[in-house]
């Protein structure tokens, strides 16, 4: 009943899963970092903040969606041991030459900016894409603001 | 009487105004000679005078291009003043329309390729009156349209899109949605960093606290935002419920297996 309102297939993973996802890639995060924990504050919140970005990609779409794909990509270029990647070698974004948008739109362009993998993007494609992308997010702040909540001292 | 009639009508058919001839065309005098023929058979219909410019034709006989072209004169008839202005107005990049200078032929020519194009492309677009019916510009028509379509997709996602309107507008609120939502999510990151100093997550703990009447509002909240996707939550609620919490002992005891450290047992202690 409430699919039918967009004609962009925009499903989105109910919370559930959201949740399970930042769990595991949290406790994984404590399994790598050393025993000695860091003291700066800096990297605790980076790598918390890559865990929430990662676990959002992997439970979203996994290498469905060009973005989450993009964005695992990225992480797993910084840090290789973080992420697993699929076995198939499936093909992030097509060579910027061949999907550079034909017709040059400068309107769209802080948008490529924001989503991520959005430079390889032709304009419609990424209109699905950031709906599809402010979906997860909101599901994913959902998530982490129940855990905050949880786990604040009352 | 009837002789008279005849010949008064046919004075009448003589004086057609010489302007008239001209903005029909030379296919469009062939036409009117036989539209001419035609009427002369039957006289009794027309007794106000064949042709003028506020009459319209009843033309029986009709094949395909002379149908066209009774349409189009019929048309031209009718809002005569409102395609003037029109061709002049709009920018028309057509050849098609800049070569005719005869308003009667601009519009066949305008009806048949636009038809051709419906036939011939993969994605119909309709040409409308007036516009310009190369390929390129109806593609990109068509591509226009549907980056529109989406954005009003994009609109109903994003809460408060609906005051602003115009494509500008729009993605300035989207952009400033993506950059609000992914602030939040390093607020709360930050915000989670500072509660648990050590890192550690209490596996067990977090599924059972997840799964709490606590976690509920929530669930229903989402389930009331995301109706859109979500058709089953509230039902299947308790089933997920179950499901989760053995995936996350199964869980807890993969980690438990994986973790060569010392604080194995604390690391997994309930409270």
């Known amino acids: ?154 | 009487m009837d002789l008279t009639g005849l010949k008064w009508l046919q004075q009448q058919q003589q004086m057609v105004s010489p302007e008239f001839l001209h903005i029909l065309g030379s296919d469009g005098r062939e036409e009117l000679r036989r539209v001419e023929s035609y009427l002369g058979n039957n006289i009794y219909d027309t007794i106000d005078g064949c042709i003028s410019r506020t009459s319209s034709f009843q033309m029986e006989p009709v094949k395909n291009n002379e149908d066209n072209r009774v349409i189009a004169l019929r048309n031209k008839r009718k809002p005569e003043g409102k395609t003037e202005k029109r061709e002049k107005k709009k920018k028309i990049k057509a050849e098609d329309e800049t070569e005719s200078s005869m308003k009667g032929n601009s519009n066949m020519s305008n009806t048949e390729t636009s038809s051709e194009f419906l036939k011939q492309d993969y994605i119909h677009v309709r040409a409308r009156r007036g516009e310009a019916t190369d390929r390129h510009s109806l593609a990109e028509r068509a591509r226009r349209e549907k980056i529109s379509k989406k954005m009003k997709c994009l609109q109903d996602i994003v809460p408060g899109c609906n005051k602003v309107t115009g494509k500008a507008g729009m993605l300035d609120e989207i952009i400033n949605y993506v950059q609000s939502l992914q602030q939040q999510v390093e607020f709360l990151s930050m915000k989670l960093s500072f509660l648990n100093p050590q890192l550690e997550f209490h596996i067990n703990e977090l599924s059972s606290m997840m799964a709490d009447p606590r976690y509920f509002p929530l669930h229903q909240q989402g389930s009331l935002d995301y109706s859109v996707i979500n058709s089953n939550q509230t039902t299947s609620l308790n089933a997920l419920k179950m499901e989760t919490s053995s995936s996350w002992d199964v869980h807890s005891q993969c980690l438990c297996n994986n973790l060569r450290t010392d604080s194995v047992s604390s690391f997994f202690s309930l409270k």
């Open chain 1, 1 to 154: 009943m409430g699919s039918g309102n967009n004609p962009i297939y925009t499903g989105v993973p109910e919370k559930d899963v959201f949740a399970l996802h930042f769990l595991q890639t949290l406790s994984n995060l404590r399994t790598q970092i050393p025993f000695s924990s860091p003291d700066k504050t800096k990297d605790r919140v980076k790598k918390i903040k890559k865990a929430a970005y990662v676990s959002m990609a992997r439970a979203a779409g996994g290498t469905n969606r060009l973005w989450s794909r993009s964005l695992l990509h990225q992480a797993a270029k910084r840090n290789n041991k973080n992420v697993r990647l699929s076995r198939r070698r499936k093909r992030v974004t097509w060579p910027r030459r061949n999907r550079r948008d034909p017709v040059e739109e400068p309107a769209a362009e802080r948008l490529r900016n924001l989503v991520p993998g959005g430079g390889a993007m032709e304009t419609s494609k990424l209109m699905e894409e950031t709906a599809h992308y402010i979906k997860c997010l909101s599901m994913q702040v959902k998530v982490m603001q129940c855990l905050v909540d949880g786990l604040s001292p009352k």
